[in-house]
């Protein structure tokens, strides 16, 4: 299988969490693929009409995309314990999370994209605001949430790490941590995992 990411991207994060989580980096070779949303690239365009990362080339379905597709794949494809609950309400709590962390993504990758991309002349900050409110929101309900996942580390605790890694790598002046106690001392001792270690953004 051939993974096509960048260091930078927190959904491709994802996926690379989840490929060290199950045991399956030996099977994936990792491509490091620069995308912009205003110069397309023509090679990743082969793979996913999409043009954006993660893209995952399998033997036998062709080139999945999206984190939650690929990350679901890959969890089909070893028999350790399963990042996606088969049935019932854990399933739908795990896929909630899941949501939550892909929705606060969305909004920081747009922050970012209004900043670093779009010319200054056009930046609406009434826009970014609203994008920052849905990340800020999100951090509260993980704060008043991770009590309650223990040792977990699933497709929802996944997300949200990669959340909280996103936002100190682009975003440090956030300061998330200042008012959210236990969600800092979630992130500190997952941090701490070789997953996670393995996949900080650069």
């Known amino acids: 299988m051939r993974l096509w990411f960048n260091p930078a ?28 949303p205003v110069k397309p690239n023509a090679g990743l365009a082969r793979e996913n009409p999409l ?25 089909s494809l070893h028999r350790g314990t399963s990042l996606f609950p088969g049935a019932g ?26 900043s670093a991309v779009r010319p200054e002349s056009l930046q609406w900050s ?18 008043q949430e991770c009590p309650g996942w223990g040792e977990r ?5 996944i997300t949200a790490a990669c959340v909280l890694g996103y936002l100190d790598f682009r975003f440090p002046q956030e300061a998330w941590r200042g008012s959210r106690p236990a969600l800092a001392r979630w992130y500190e001792r997952i941090a701490q995992r070789p997953s996670v270690k393995a996949t900080v953004p650069a």
């Open 9 to 36: 991207s927190p959904f491709a994060r994802k996926v690379r969490v989840a490929a060290r989580e199950t045991g399956l980096t030996g099977r994936i070779e990792e491509i490091n693929t620069v995308v912009s």
């Open 51 to 75: 043009v954006k990362i993660p893209a995952l080339a399998t033997p036998d379905l062709g080139t999945l995309y999206d984190s939650a597709v690929i990350c679901e794949y890959l969890d």
């Open 89 to 114: 309400p854990e399933r739908w709590r795990a896929l909630r999370l899941q949501a939550l962390g892909d929705g606060m993504l969305e909004a920081s990758v747009l922050m970012r994209y209004e």
């Open 126 to 143: 009434d826009w970014t605001a609203g994008q920052l409110a849905k990340v800020r929101g999100g951090l509260d309900a993980l704060e």
């Open 153 to 157: 580390f699933a497709i929802g605790q």
